[in-house]
């Protein structure tokens, strides 16, 4: 079409070709993203029951603690109270956290284990109730017979589906309709319903709770699934505790010490940290002292995506989801959401009692989280 030169203010509403100008495009404020989700991935299989169920395994321990009520004097007590004298045999090399001295065990009578002290040409040296006690390794005599068996029990976990559903309903008018910015009103309706599905599944991974009763549902009792955080139980690190480092604020001494307790207790790998905003920006500032730019440098880059520590490589997701005093610290490799099979996701047209067209989104799902040791949350951080 050749160049007219008009304008639009000349002319005038009567010009057939002054078509209304609205782009093929709704746009979307509210945030729908499921970064967690996405970082998770889906899952290689289904649930095959509302409760699904998995199985954990421990090996033995090879640590105790001396018992209230003990005290080891350096100068010549041989005998130790512990907590459970079940995780100790006679031959076994102990010794005290954060001591050199080394003792052999020599008896046991429920907690009570008898020892030789400064065992190997140590020094006997004092410890309290409280301590730790390292079991380093039995020496079994040459020719003996077998020790007696000892074997841990397999633990059976479980979390219950949860039902997510959205209705979607379209007027005969409306689907007869031209839209502005969409081609199809019940297309356009599902996407957003889904959108807002997806959105609360993850929020739901994250924070949500099962019911303390009646967990299976009822008529009156609704199915809910356990969220990250109610799982988690033995690394639970909330500023103030004692031993863990002071001050409220987020920053790496405060990361590196729960890695570190994570990673020697378990055989985790953290490889996932999941913040909101807030804290995004505190790890963010981690580099903020480091940072050098060269004269010809126009973009100033703020964002660390990934942590690298002495125990392993974390992706850091930002979530909006999270806690704002929180920090998750997860091993992706043990945690999976998983549909009930042929539940995921779907659209069910539902028969039609008027001049509408109506159906369901719905989907259930389930949160498999194993060995809820392998993984950790630090609580109570400044969020102003």
């Not at 599902?190 to 997806?198: D, P």
Request: glycine share 10%.
């Amino acid at each position: 079409m050749a160049f007219t030169g008009k304008a639009t203010y000349i002319a005038g509403p009567a010009l057939p070709e002054l078509a209304e100008d609205v782009s093929d495009l709704v746009g979307i404020i509210s945030p729908f993203e499921t970064p967690l989700l996405d970082a998770l991935g889906d899952p290689s299989r289904s649930a095959a029951s509302t409760r699904h169920e998995w199985l954990e395994d421990t090996l033995l321990p090879n640590k105790d603690s001396l018992a209230a009520q003990s005290l080891l004097d350096p100068l010549g007590d041989t005998e130790l109270v512990v907590n459970d004298g079940g995780r100790f045999r006679v031959g076994d090399q102990i010794q005290m956290e954060g001591k050199k001295e080394l003792m052999l065990v020599t008896q046991i009578a429920g907690n009570t284990i008898s020892v030789i002290r400064g065992y190997a040409g140590t020094n006997p040296e004092a410890a309290a109730a409280g301590q730790i006690v390292n079991i380093l390794g039995n020496a079994a005599l040459e020719g003996a017979e077998r020790p007696q068996a000892r074997f841990t029990c397999r633990q059976r976990r479980s979390n219950w589906t949860q039902i997510f559903t959205h209705s979607v309903e379209v007027s005969g008018t409306d689907l007869a309709a031209s839209p502005i910015g969409l081609a199809d009103e019940m297309d356009y309706q599902k996407q957003m319903r889904l959108r807002e599905l997806l959105r609360d599944l993850e929020n739901t991974v994250i924070n949500g709770g099962r019911p303390a009763s009646t967990p299976q549902g009822s008529e009156t009792v609704r199915r809910t699934l356990r969220g990250i955080i109610q799982h988690l139980q033995t690394h639970l690190f909330h500023v103030g505790q004692p031993d863990f480092p002071t001050g409220d604020t987020l920053d790496e001494t405060k990361l590196n010490y729960v890695l570190r307790k994570i990673w020697e207790t378990s055989s985790s790998t953290i490889d996932l940290i999941a913040v909101n905003g807030f804290q995004k920006r505190k790890i963010n500032g981690f580099l903020t002292g480091l940072r050098s730019f060269g004269p010809a440098d126009t973009t100033y880059r703020d964002q660390v995506s990934f942590y690298e520590s002495d125990f392993g490589l974390c992706r850091i997701v930002t979530t909006r989801w999270m806690p704002q005093d929180a920090v998750l610290l997860l091993d992706s490799s043990r945690i999976s959401v998983l549909p009930l099979a042929g539940r995921s996701f779907h659209y069910k047209p539902l028969a039609s009692g008027g001049d509408y067209e109506c159906g369901q989104l719905i989907g259930e799902y389930t949160l498999e989280l194993k060995n809820e040791a392998a993984h950790g949350m630090i609580s109570g951080l400044a969020s102003v």
